[in-house]
């Protein structure tokens, strides 16, 4: 699971830059970028303690995964509203925001399966 974790983290880091770059050429500022980037950090932080046995509760890697679920549903939507309104913009003739939507569809994919294996070992050990 380790390497889940390691390979997803990679991907949520390639998509904070992108949005990065996407601010700088808008030049809008960077805060709300660093929160949520700290909250991801932190909800990953959650997720690979309980992964690892560090933090007892089965449920909670269930819960800790259902909030990167939601975290990177958000992000997959960010990438559709951009597109969707200012997706023709010149400034944006370097992004692939269709690239990235699916990026963000196929984490959630991922992020899902492990949901559910830890749910159902959560559920029948019950």
Known sequence: MAKFFADLRNDVSADQEALRKLL??????????????AWLAEKFSRVKMQASGEKVGELGLVQALEVLVLGITGKQLLWRSLSATIGNS????EMDLEQLEERAIEQIERVEVKRLEAAREAFLRS
């Open 90 to 93: 010149p400034l944006l003739k």
């Open 24 to 37: 700088k050429k808008f030049k809008a500022g960077e805060s709300p970028i660093r929160k949520a980037g």
